[in-house]
């Protein structure tokens, strides 16, 4: 049986190699194009490295959203974060991204951190936990230099008066025949995690009801999303909403061999509140696709394709197309070893944290300008 | 086979004749004694006749509940209304007792309004149809004579952020197993059906989050409601509140032939909104325990026991226990016919009504008084 067939990706579990192009047909969206590229050029005179190098590579109606944004009509954007622990790079990528968009449409971001679902899905979390994991991620998602004017930050417990009735609205639609085959629920999932759906397609629809007005929502998130947008957009007409569109990403890879950065395997992730240390020593020990020996890597040449620490020059760390194909055609002709090339991408990242982890710490008494609560 | 086995008694229907004794076994509970009747009058000094009578028959930890408000331990009281229409006599019934209830013991009554539950349930209902409803019901209980310091409503949407941290800590614990097998529900039942019970529960242990201390709370309700209370009970020791302890009602009939008084069988309900006309005439059309001519009546006599008239009576609108008796008697004899013996029953609800109307519509600027929000 082959490998990619047996990979698994739901919003609570990303496990095994996922085959990108299976997940596409799999959860019936399309892949981004020429075309969408040629679009969001025309609005924004510049694409980002991770639509060109094709990261965020499907959508549903992501060139629908960018026409009605050229069309003059109300648009917003959404995403969020499941506060489960510290937010590594894996988690900041779609952020990043997400960030540009709004700076370059200057339209609001909604950000929900969803500490109820969090809070039910990990038997052992207490709502302090949660609550202190939130706030930590607030610090982390800030410091990126999102606009306190245009981010809006809801947290589900703390804003559920924002929620709920549109909640119930959406909880009227939808069966449990029909969250069980969306989300994989069992008998003996609790009733809040049945539940909790609702409030992360909720958002979907707030802008319309807070600006008071039709608005269509683009979501930029990682590809384990899907199943919400899904039952979103099924539901969304009858609602009286427009059906919000998406742009998917791939995954950042974690360092070890094959799935995506976790942070239930520390070693193979790099967080955001990691030392120097702590990144130079995981970085050297990552997986890569060099040979067993410099002298047979200077031979037969490395394989950037199959390695962790290529895709992350190629995904965050190496904006310059021309240096990056440089560093693809170096490796594959033996010329650039593994030792200099991870030393490099540690060097980099070090220099990324450490710039963060400054601002992370002077941020601690801004989040209040992000709150939705505060402005709305 | 007995019609009474036939009965179904579930929070959203019950149907057929109701075998009351059967419903202590089925559910686990425990008839109303005389102990709690003596305990109940050592500290009332009296004994409502809903009591007294046995409409209030059935417990779990009643006794309990006394004892911690003789000890001095805080307590409060917790009943609520699903908003799906009209109030009827039926459904004040166990007001009327909770009022008495709260003035003799003098402690506060939380009351809530499942408006996301009736919206939730009745496919055809709106979230405004629900809204006004909640409104109209609000007039007919606060009309009773509620004390608004001391009673504080609660609505479920509008109010959800007291209750919604609570909610998902209750949802935690419950598995689609547990709510399947405890309220009926099926696969097709919608996901906000299937979450709303923890906000039902919710309630049990919102005084001792609002007071800041373990607070025991009683629950007066008719009997259908006890599948929250057993799971709020299974559930309470582990999220650190005192088991909530609860008095059971029997229904009050409906003007018909069996079955409890029910808004979905109009001309055998009476409204609190019904005008003289309205009453006058579903009474004069109910069904009695009479013979079919005046002649047979008076050689072989009526039978009360059966009879919803006599039942109303007895429930309701003789509060004279010596008066009661004299009314079965000379029903049982042959002296009294239902002709005169209903007409009496008509002119005295016209009487509670017109005035109950009066007071309803001096209420509608009270309402504020009497919301949670504005005082916690």
């Known amino acids: 049986m082959d490998n990619k067939s047996d990979a698994k990706v739901t919003p609570w579990e990303v496990e095994g190699i996922v085959d990108y192009d299976k997940l596409i047909v799999e959860f019936g969206v399309k892949k981004v194009s020429t075309r969408e590229h040629y679009l969001t050029e025309s609005i924004t005179g510049e694409l980002h490295p991770l639509l060109k190098r094709g990261v965020f590579y499907a959508h549903r109606d992501y060139d629908v959203f960018l026409e009605k944004y050229e069309s003059g009509e109300s648009t917003a954007l959404y995403t969020g974060r499941g506060p489960s622990g510290y937010v590594h790079l894996g988690h900041i990528l779609p952020w990043i991204f997400t960030k540009w968009l709004q700076d370059k449409l200057n339209i609001d971001l909604f950000f929900e951190f969803t500490d109820d679902e969090k809070f039910l899905y990990h038997r052992e979390y207490t709502l302090d936990y949660v609550r202190n994991v939130t706030r930590e991620n607030i610090l982390d998602l800030i410091s990126l230099g999102f606009d306190p004017k245009r981010t809006h930050i809801i947290i589900d417990i703390e804003d559920i008066s924002y929620l709920y009735e549109l909640a119930v609205r959406i909880a009227k639609k939808i069966t449990f ?89 520390p070693e193979t992730a790099i967080f955001m509140t990691d030392s120097p240390e702590d990144v130079k020593r995981k970085i050297m020990n990552a997986y890569t696709g060099g040979q067993p020996t410099a002298e047979l890597q200077r031979k037969l040449g490395g394989n950037p394709d199959i390695c962790p620490v290529f895709k992350y020059y190629e995904m965050m760390f190496e904006d310059d197309d021309k240096k990056l194909k440089e560093r693809y055609m170096d490796c594959r002709g033996g010329n650039l070893l593994c030792g200099p090339c991870k030393s490099e991408l540690a060097n980099r990242i070090i220099s990324f944290l450490e710039e963060h982890q400054k601002k992370r710490e002077s941020m601690r008494d801004k989040i209040d300008e992000y709150l939705l609560r505060n402005k709305f």
């Not at 397609?201 to 319309?208: G, M, N, Q, S």
Request: one cysteine or more; aromatic letters at 12%.
């Open 177 to 265: 025949s029909t969250i069980k085959a969306v989300m994989g629920f069992t008998q003996s999932t609790n009733i809040g995690m049945i539940f909790y759906p609702t409030l992360q397609i909720a958002v979907c629809f707030l802008p319309t009801e807070l600006y008071g007005r039709q608005t269509y929502v683009l979501i930029p998130a990682a590809i384990d999303q899907d199943p919400y947008w899904r039952l979103a957009r099924d539901i969304a007409t009858s609602l009286g909403y427009p059906k919000p569109a998406q742009i998917h990403a791939k995954f950042l890879p974690g360092l070890g061999i094959g799935g995506k950065m976790s942070s239930s395997q």
